[in-house]
């Protein structure tokens, strides 16, 4: 599987931005996409995620701000990022899981545990 991520950049606080994830080379029908974030010294943790049959989770940080869509067809999903907060300033990797097995629950552990892969990161600034 191979990832693609763009989007990102430097905003001000209370700007937008949108991230764009596209998977390539998926073997199943099924999956999970999701985004985490990373800053220096800070274990990675998940912002949002979804799957093939839409259901989606979000971050209680990020929960009425950041809105995660999808293209089923084309493999690709979108974070558009509302009202941004210095707090939001990460690197931001997207994660892809091939094949949903049976009685997988959609969760960012579950996800992070089950990654067939990563994106290479991509910047986000905000600042004050």
């Known amino acids: 599987v191979h990832v693609a991520e763009s989007g990102g950049g430097s905003v001000q606080a209370g700007g937008s931005l949108r991230l764009s994830c596209a998977a390539s080379?998926?073997?199943?029908?099924?999956?999970?996409m999701g985004w985490f974030r990373q800053t220096p010294g800070k274990e990675r943790e998940g912002v949002a995620a979804i799957d093939n049959w839409g259901t989606t989770i979000y971050a209680d940080s990020v929960k009425g701000r950041f809105d995660l869509s999808q293209e089923v067809d084309k493999n690709t999903v979108y974070l558009k990022m509302n009202n941004l907060q210095p707090d939001d300033t990460a690197v931001y990797y997207c994660a892809v899981v091939d094949g949903i097995p049976m009685y997988w629950e959609l969760t960012f552990d579950t996800l992070r545990r089950d990654v067939n892969a990563w994106g290479q990161g991509t910047q986000v600034t905000v600042s004050s």
């Open positions: 080379g998926n073997t199943y029908s099924t999956y999970s």
